[in-house]
Structures are given as structure tokens and as C-alpha cells.
């Protein structure tokens, strides 16, 4: 046997830390066994000694079999996830209204540079093709998992159309025994608690809210169309849901936002209000027109940000459960996947929803209850990540990072400008520290379940 290469060793509180970056599996070694274990993963030939120690190691992919080519393992899961007919993925774009007008906005950003056509909602037809379309794949390709998202603009403002949609996506499910995944991306202000149990009646559980601070930053960055703030709404929303639907917080991140961002964190713990949190960075393109004028950050800066946030999350919020390596992701991005579509209202199909509003690159459309595919969806299934990014230090946690630029851009020509931020993720510069932040909470944890 031999060493994995995609081993990473820390000490966290003087105790021996392994990471594998392919399982994500994380061990805590125990100090009488630290010698033991660092012989085994630094020696370039392992004995077949069959102890404890080894198959702990062997189960968590610190050591690995003579012959075991990591890179081919990686090029072999990335191609199955890719072609895989075991999910059907929908991202369904129910309006491309908006009651807000975000002053980072990326779909008004990029419209104007590109399709300058009329707002557009999900017409009664194109629910009734999209039901058709999703029975002849249950009965073709018989896939275990439909996972829609629901989008726009604000899909909120075509409430009672999701709620026909999401029925009929429950009913075929049922009738299937296909595990059905939905949630929505929204900005909240007309979410309220009757319709949180409408949602949740047709099997919508999950929401995600973008609120980027406390009430004096939120209201500078997302307003109404007006001119309103939006912040006290949301946060009494939230309170009528939170019992009835699971809230994922998204906020998105400037230089001068970072205060309030912490400052919101505490409040939401103050609130009682129970959510999960997602931090990402404002993008803004250079050559678009926008209204924001704050200080955005590099990947870099907020890599270390986000540590920091979760550091705040886990002081305020103790019993969060913190772990971002618990799900392991084959590819960075469903775009990727032969069955994951981009559904616009007009019935064009794309691939990635930064595309919505602004593409003219479809690689497909649904007309009269089928899927009509081009040859586009090549230039997205033939991406690979492995000549660019094999050498990456954290390659098999990023698998290539986002596509965007390469396929939407590069490839396709549908876009007149890139976005901003390079292909790559934060834990290319905070992954010990995340690695660190989980083993700290964990022993936290079961700290406070012995007191």
C-alpha cells in the first residue's frame, strides 16, 4: 500500500489532524498513536499489517492500494456525475420581474449588454410541457432524485403558478417513487406564514433569503423598486417560517459591509431566529452598468473573511452544525450533468443560471411536452477540469470551480464580458483553517454534551 497524495496533516490544540481531500474524511489522532500513524502515511511502502490503526487509515483514503490512480478515481466519478440519469435537475426561472432593485444586481448588469427583451413570467403552458417533459424522463431514464430550484427575477411574484408546478412535480414524484428536492431562491419580502405552509404542503422545505447586514447595510444594497427598505419585513418573515420551512441566509459581502455582516449575526442569535448561513462576495463587472460604489473584496481577502464569519456564527450559535466537507461534490457545478437544465419562460433551456436574462446561447427548448436539444450542451458535458487544474493543491475539493467564464465566455461567445472572479474557491486559501474550525466545534460539542 501507499500514502494518498491528497493527504493534508494539521495540529489543532497539539493533536494530529488528517485531512483527505478526496474522501473528505477528517481524523482526530489520539496522542498515544500519533507516532504510529505518521510512520505509516510518510512511509513510500506501506506493510500489510491489518491492525486498528492501518484499516482506519485505509477506510478514510489515507493509504490506498499500490495500483489505485487517484486521478483516474477523480476523472471516473467527475465523467459519472456528469452523465449520470440518477438526478433530473431543474432550475425553473418562473419570472424575470423583480420587486427589488439591488444595487449589485447581475442579471441588470448584464441584460442590458446582451437581450434586451421584455420581462417575462412562466406562462400556464409551459408548466403543463415542463410535467410532460418530467414524466417522459421518470419513465425513460427512471432517475432516483428531481431537484428543482425555484428562480427568477422573483419567483414569488408567480406564487400560485409555483405552487401548480411544485404539485405536479410532488404528484409525479409520488406516482414515480422519485425522491423530490425542490427549494427556492428568493428575496423574502412576500413570504409570509401562510404561504411558507403552502409551500411546504407542495413539498417546498427549504428557502433561500439574501439579507446582507444589519438594517442599515441591507437597506443601502437591496431595496425596493421605490426606494424602500426591505429589512424589517424580511426579518418579520422570517420569524412567521422559520418553524414551517428551513431559511438559508445568503450574504453577500463587501469590504465596508464586514461590520454590519457580524453585527447581523449576533442579532439573528439575539432574534432567536433559527437559519443556516451562506457567505459569498458582491461581484460587480466593470464594464456593466450598476449602482454599487463600496470596496469589493478578492477571493483571497474573503477566504480569510469567511473564516472569520464562521467563527462568529459558532460563537453565537453554538449547537450549529458546521462541517462544509460533510457533502462531497463529484463536480463543482451542475451544469456540468447531461440532465440539469437552466428553464426560461419562453421554454429555453440553458445550463447555468448566471445565463438567465441574458444568454442567447440556449442549448436547448421545451416545445409540446419534450426536450429539443443542441449541439451546445456538448460545449458544456466536454469541459474538463483536468489539464488546467490537476496540480491544484485542492483540486479534489474544487474540481475546476466555476465554469462560467470558460464554457459561457470562452467557449460559447453568449456573454461580451467575464465575470470578475476567477474560476476558484475560497478554501484554496482558508482550507486549514476550515479544517481547524471543524475539528474546534466538534470538540466543543461533545464537550458540552458530557458537562
Request: aromatic share 12%; glycine share 4%.
Amino acid at each position: 500500500m501507499k500514502p494518498s497524495k491528497w493527504n493534508l496533516e494539521l495540529n489543532v490544540d497539539g493533536n494530529l489532524i488528517l485531512f483527505n481531500q478526496i474522501t473528505q474524511a477528517i481524523l482526530k489522532v489520539k496522542p498515544e498513536k500519533i507516532e504510529r500513524v505518521k510512520e505509516i502515511i510518510h512511509s513510500p511502502q506501506i506493510d500489510g499489517t491489518n491492525d486498528e490503526i492501518t484499516r482506519s487509515l485505509k477506510k478514510g483514503g489515507y493509504i490506498i492500494e499500490d495500483d489505485f490512480d487517484e486521478t483516474d478515481h477523480l476523472k471516473s466519478r467527475f465523467n459519472n456525475y456528469k452523465y449520470t440519469d440518477e438526478f433530473l435537475r431543474f432550475t425553473i426561472v418562473m419570472t424575470t420581474v423583480c420587486n427589488f432593485a439591488c444595487t449589485y444586481c447581475y442579471q441588470n448588469q448584464l441584460i442590458p449588454l446582451t437581450r434586451k427583451g421584455k420581462p417575462q413570467s412562466f406562462p400556464n403552458e409551459m408548466i403543463d410541457n415542463m410535467l410532460k417533459v418530467t414524466k417522459e424522463y421518470f419513465e425513460n431514464k427512471k432517475p432516483r432524485t428531481l431537484s428543482v430550484t425555484f428562480y427568477g427575477g422573483e419567483p414569488l411574484l408567480e406564487f400560485e403558478k409555483m405552487i401548480k408546478l411544485s404539485r405536479g412535480f410532488q404528484e409525479l414524484c409520488e406516482a414515480y417513487d422519485v425522491f423530490y428536492d425542490p427549494f427556492i431562491v428568493t428575496n423574502g419580502y412576500l413570504l409570509n406564514e401562510e404561504r411558507a405552509k403552502r409551500l411546504a404542503d407542495v413539498g417546498i422545505k427549504s428557502v433561500i433569503i439574501t439579507i446582507d447586514g444589519q438594517k442599515d447595510f441591507h437597506d443601502k444594497y437591496r431595496i425596493l423598486k421605490d426606494g424602500s427598505g426591505t429589512y424589517d419585513q424580511l426579518i418579520e418573515n422570517i420569524h412567521q417560517i422559520q418553524d414551517t420551512i428551513h431559511v438559508q441566509i445568503r450574504t453577500n459581502i463587501s469590504k465596508d459591509s464586514v461590520p454590519s455582516v457580524k453585527g447581523m449575526i449576533r442579532e439573528f442569535a439575539q432574534r432567536g431566529l433559527k437559519v443556516s448561513f451562506d457567505f459569498q462576495m458582491v461581484e460587480v463587472i466593470p464594464e456593466a452598468p450598476h449602482s454599487f460604489d463600496d470596496n469589493t473584496l478578492t477571493l483571497k481577502e474573503f477566504a480569510k473573511l469567511e473564516v472569520e464569519l464562521y467563527k462568529e456564527v459558532l460563537e453565537y450559535f453554538p449547537d450549529y452544525p458546521f462541517n462544509p466537507f460533510k457533502k462531497m461534490r463529484f463536480a463543482r457545478c451542475d451544469a456540468l450533468c447531461q440532465n440539469s437544465f437552466v428553464v426560461e419562460p419562453d421554454g429555453r433551456l440553458f445550463k447555468c443560471w448566471g445565463e438567465v436574462g441574458s444568454s442567447d446561447k440556449n442549448v436547448g427548448w421545451v416545445k409540446d411536452g419534450k426536450i429539443e436539444l443542441n449541439y451546445r450542451l456538448e460545449r458544456w458535458t466536454s469541459w474538463s477540469p483536468f489539464e488546467k487544474c490537476k496540480n491544484c493543491e485542492i483540486f479534489p475539493l474544487c474540481m475546476g470551480g466555476c465554469v462560467f467564464n470558460a464554457v459561457v465566455v470562452d467557449k460559447l461567445h453568449a456573454l461580451p464580458v467575464k465575470k470578475p472572479q476567477s474560476t476558484c474557491i475560497p478554501l484554496r486559501y482558508n482550507l486549514k483553517d476550515m479544517i481547524k474550525l471543524v475539528v474546534k466545534n466538534e470538540t466543543k460539542k461533545k464537550e458540552r454534551e458530557k458537562a
